[in-house]
T-cell receptor, first 113, second 111 residues
Framework: EPEVTQTPSHQVTQMGQEVILRCVPI?????FYWYRQILGQKVEFLVS????????KSEIFDDQFSVERPDGSNFTLKIRSTKLEDSAMYFC???????????FGPGTRLTVT | DAKTTQPPSMDCAEGRAANLPCNHS???????VYWYRQIHSQGPQYIIH???NNETNEMASLIITEDRKSSTLILPHATLRDTAVYYC????????????FGKGTRLSVIA
């Protein structure tokens, strides 16, 4: 069964550094999303992406964040100048249609020290 | 903010049906009810969704009241692997709308 994959599974970085979280959505899906979950808290929407542009973003998704689909398979989330409060699980999701069912990856645990 | 209300936790005996309620009294006519679950710290997993008719798939059944103000997710024969946080989400069907997660219901299946 096709699935969304994410790398790395765990990323440790120092405050102020840039990180790139990578996702490979399901191959025939056209809609892509990033969510995050701070430990013990709710899953929060960050951004949705379609046709090589951002469809919608939350207030969390400020200038520190950017997304890109650099090729036909990867979907990345870049966090510039990381802060301690960016420590969270970051989930990528994709869907074939909109709104449609979203399929989530296993997540990347980001730890900012 | 989430537009749904769910009990924070529930227990269910293994092999019995788990019935998870959800209130969504402010749901509008074009909004669907979605259910997802999250096992431990894994990515949320889609379960089922519906508009007004009851729905069933290989994982669960979704019962939506006639006034659409509440729904119940039914896991017919709960197993230990069904222990998870279950999220009821109301979502429009226009545009690339994101999922808005609440706190969900933590279901514990007990042997």
């Amino acid at each position: 069964e096709p699935e969304v994959t994410q790398t790395p599974s765990h990323q440790v970085t120092q405050m102020g550094q840039e990180v790139i979280l990578r996702c490979v959505p399901i191959s025939n899906h056209l809609y892509f999303y990033w969510y995050r979950q701070i430990l013990g808290q709710k899953v929060e929407f960050l951004v949705s992406f379609y046709n090589n542009e951002i469809s919608e973003k939350s207030e969390i998704f400020d200038d520190q964040f950017s997304v890109e689909r650099p090729d036909g398979s990867n979907f990345t989330l870049k966090i510039r100048s990381t802060k301690l409060e960016d420590s969270a699980m970051y989930f990528c999701a994709s869907s074939e249609s909109t709104p449609g069912e979203q399929y989530f990856g296993p997540g990347t645990r980001l730890t900012v020290t | 903010d989430a537009k749904t209300t769910q009990p924070p936790s529930m227990d269910c005996a293994e092999g019995r049906a788990a019935n998870l309620p959800c209130n969504h009294s402010t749901i509008s006519g074009n909004e669907y009810v979605y259910w997802y679950r999250q096992i431990h710290s894994q990515g949320p997993q889609y379960i089922i969704h519906g508009l007004k008719n009851n729905e069933t798939n290989e994982m669960a059944s979704l019962i939506i009241t006639e006034d659409r103000k509440s729904s119940t997710l039914i896991l017919p024969h709960a197993t230990l692997r069904d222990t998870a946080v279950y999220y009821c989400i109301v979502r429009g069907h226009s545009g690339n709308t994101p999922l808005v997660f609440g706190k969900g219901t933590r279901l514990s299946v007990i042997a």
